[in-house]
């Protein structure tokens, strides 16, 4: 036996593991305590790496569909005759009728298929951006004028943290990473406060200081009320801001007594919030997709959130903010160059099928996928490392269109839903069989960057995707750059060339497995990337006017999403968590649901069953549902015509359902 150093890519927080492995078999996953930023944390997902690897579904063999019946084949067979489609279907409707999902932790992959994507030339474009949250952008471009200020928490020094639709201890965060999140949360409360707003008694919220309890969808409110109660005592005074009028006038109905009764939570908890929070301040939030999802209310939720640390003097600064400034590319040296975006914000034509949406850094909303098929403007889809069928809105529409594709190419390691339904399998190689490095490097919680070898020898056929993307780029007669020669280059060839121009050179981070940089807090690129835009955009005029349109959430019963221990998404089925549907006391008495039955949930879209949960941690007029379950898929609820007309965010929180017994 031996053990191999490596890191976790089942999520964003890239864990240093330690991995067993006999012979071909992968034995046992650790957490390697002498790795400097997971010091030994693991959690049951990274765990079942080994189970993952051996799992009996896995796919060893490219496929194509023939006859309507999808059959094994050779890569050379597969790869031909997915060219020969693409390039008819290009030749006679043009790049745009092909469109990519990008969703992979395989950074080479990832590159070689962007370098597809552009040499294709393709607008149509869709990734997790909006089915899991275009706030965050959204508003570092409108208040920070810069798309890319991915603010996180300063964990180490913060004394008051509040996280709003957020679950860290069982996510390990949304947008940033947090290895060991409950030793995290705990240390933050023991020094300082936490509170948690979460329609939910969440497992964070139980180690929190204090927990409110809002209708869902009503967080805009609350952080609006905060934001009156410090402009009229508590704002740091010496913070450069714009827009301090207009803020104040959109915030101004935001009484106690009316965001009381939006949110039906009782005035002097409220009120005990709003105390807490200006003796604290600093104040440092966090926000989750139960923001995010909530379409338009989250853009005027993740505003207002800004808006409080800003005021509190949060932003860059030890305790609050602070921003990455990226490992492979290095914000800080564009200096005085740093693009000043204009406070209209990033928008771009959208799909033909659907003139009410927009494009959004370059990207379609996910849901305007069905449409743009029926439409047939996209005949093509290729799919990088997503699983569709679970994470797409209202799967009853999302279904007939992929199978309405004339190609649909999908790359993955385990036979699903999704893969059934492709005419091309491409099986590439799972996390244990690549080296790679950490893609998303502005997730981590670091700036920083890691390098992995591979673990063990790649099972049958799968291959690198990046070369899958290379070969296919090549058969379709482009010059797919300098990534790497699908003929020539090794992994770890592809691997040096991304991070050409990171501040540590691919040689060094694969001599030790990891390099950091840490960046000084304040930094200096941010003061002054705000200092020449004249101060923090408070209030513009694209959210003021969202947030004086808000019709109050007003349905009896709403539908949020919830995340799993033991699930990723659409993966990690074997793990055996269940689709429980958390129902309060009374909502379930009142609709004759009993706790352990089967409960069948209505929307406009559809229906779904599952276990009822009858659970007094959830407050009263909500069901939680969590998503990626292939049996109770909660996209069945969901509604591709209902998304935010500003970024294209689909609706996933604060859907309208009924409850009946199963
Ligand atoms: N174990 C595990 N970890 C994961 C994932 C997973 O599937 N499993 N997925 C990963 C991914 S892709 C992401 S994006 C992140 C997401 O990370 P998080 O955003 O932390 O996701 P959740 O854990 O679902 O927490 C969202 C919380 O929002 C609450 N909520 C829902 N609606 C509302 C609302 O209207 N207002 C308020 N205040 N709260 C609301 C829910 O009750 C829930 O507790 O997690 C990542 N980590
Ligand atoms: N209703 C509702 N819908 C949601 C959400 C919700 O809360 N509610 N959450 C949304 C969010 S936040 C997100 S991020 C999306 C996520 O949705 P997706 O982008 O679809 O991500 P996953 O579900 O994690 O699916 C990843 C797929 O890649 C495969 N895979 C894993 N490792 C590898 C690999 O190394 N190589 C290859 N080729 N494939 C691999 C897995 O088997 C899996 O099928 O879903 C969104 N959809
Ligand atoms: S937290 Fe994420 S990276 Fe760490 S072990 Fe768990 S799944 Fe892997
Ligand atoms: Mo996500």
């Not at 570092?140 to 020094?157: E, I």
């Amino acid at each position: 036996m031996h053990t191999v150093r490596s890191f976790c890519r089942v999520c964003t927080s890239v864990c240093g593991i330690l991995v067993d492995v006999e012979g071909d078999e992968v034995i046992r996953v650790r957490g390697d305590k002498d790795h400097p930023f997971s010091q030994g944390y693991t959690c049951g997902k990274g765990r079942a790496l080994p189970q993952l690897h051996h799992h009996p579904d896995r796919l060893e063999q490219p496929q194509m569909r023939v006859d309507g019946q999808l059959q094994d084949t050779s890569w050379h067979t597969c790869l031909d005759d997915l060219a020969t489609r693409l390039k008819a279907i290009i030749d006679e409707h043009g790049p745009s009728a092909v469109g990519f999902y990008f969703s992979t932790m395989e950074s080479a992959g990832f590159r070689m298929a962007e370098a597809l994507h552009a040499a294709i030339g393709t607008p149509a474009k869709f990734s997790p951006l909006t089915i899991d949250g275009t706030a965050k952008p959204l508003i570092s471009d409108l208040v920070g004028g810069f798309m890319g200020l991915s603010g996180r928490t300063d964990l180490d020094n913060c004394d008051f943290l509040m996280l709003v639709g957020v679950n860290p201890v069982v996510s390990h965060g949304h947008a940033i990473s947090m290895p060991n999140p409950t030793g995290t949360v705990r240390d933050i409360a023991k020094r300082g406060q936490v509170w948690v707003i979460d329609p939910r008694r969440t497992e964070t919220a139980r180690l929190a200081t204090g927990h409110l309890a809002p209708r869902p969808s009503t967080d805009h409110a609350v952080l609006a009320y905060l934001v009156r109660e410090i402009l009229i005592d508590g704002r740091k005074p010496d913070v450069p801001v714009q827009g301090l009028e207009e803020l104040t006038a959109a915030v101004e109905p935001f009484t106690l007594e009316h965001t009381a009764s939006l949110t039906d939570v009782p005035g002097h908890e409220l009120a005990r919030l709003a105390t807490a929070v200006r003796e604290a301040g600093c104040v440092a939030i966090e926000t989750g997709t139960g923001v995010t999802m909530t379409a338009d209310r989250g853009n005027v939720t993740q505003w207002l959130a800004w808006v409080l640390m800003i005021l509190t003097g949060a932003m860059n600064r030890p305790g609050g903010t602070w921003f990455h400034p990226g490992f492979a590319y290095q914000l800080e040296v564009f200096g005085d160059l740093l693009p000043i975006t204009p406070v209209e914000g990033s928008f771009g034509p959208g799909p033909r099928s659907r003139p009410e949406a927009q494009a959004f850094i370059n990207e379609w909303p996910c849901a305007v996928l069905p449409d743009e098929v029926a439409a047939g403007n996209i005949r093509a889809l290729i799919n990088v490392g997503g699983s569709l069928v679970t994470c797409m809105p209202e799967t009853g529409k999302l279904i007939p269109a992929l199978q309405n594709l004339e190609v649909f190419a999908t790359t993955e390691i385990i036979n699903n839903e999704t893969t059934q339904l492709a005419t091309h399998v491409l099986p590439t190689k799972d996390p244990l069989e690549r080296s790679d490095i950490t893609l998303h490097d502005v997730l981590s919680s670091r700036v920083s960057v890691q390098y992995t070898p591979p673990v063990v020898a790649p099972v049958g056929e799968r291959r690198s995707m990046w070369w899958v993307f290379a070969e296919l780029g090549r058969r379709l007669g482009y010059d797919m750059g300098n990534l790497g020669d699908p003929d020539t280059s090794t992994d770890d060839d592809v691997l040096a060339v991304l991070l050409a121009g990171a501040r540590s050179t691919f040689d060094d981070v694969a001599a030790t497995g990891w390099a950091e940089a840490p960046q000084p807090l304040p930094a200096p690129w941010v003061d002054e990337h705000i200092e020449r835009m004249g101060g923090w955009r408070l209030a513009p005029p694209l959210l003021v006017d969202q947030l004086t349109a808000l019709q109050p959430a007003s349905a009896p019963l709403m539908m949020v999403p919830r995340r799993q221990r033991n699930k990723l998404n659409g993966q990690l089925d074997f793990l055996g968590e269940r689709a429980d549907i958390l129902i309060s006391p009374a909502d379930g008495e009142a609709a004759g649901i009993v706790n352990g039955q089967p409960v069948t949930v209505r929307s406009a879209s559809g229906e779904l069953t599952g276990v009822a949960k009858v659970d007094d941690s959830i407050r009263r007029g909500v069901v939680s549902i969590p998503h990626g379950h292939h049996d109770a898929n909660v996209n069945r609820l969901t509604n591709k015509d209902d998304i935010d007309r500003v970024t294209g965010m689909v609706r996933y929180s604060g859907i309208p359902v009924s409850l009946h017994p199963g």
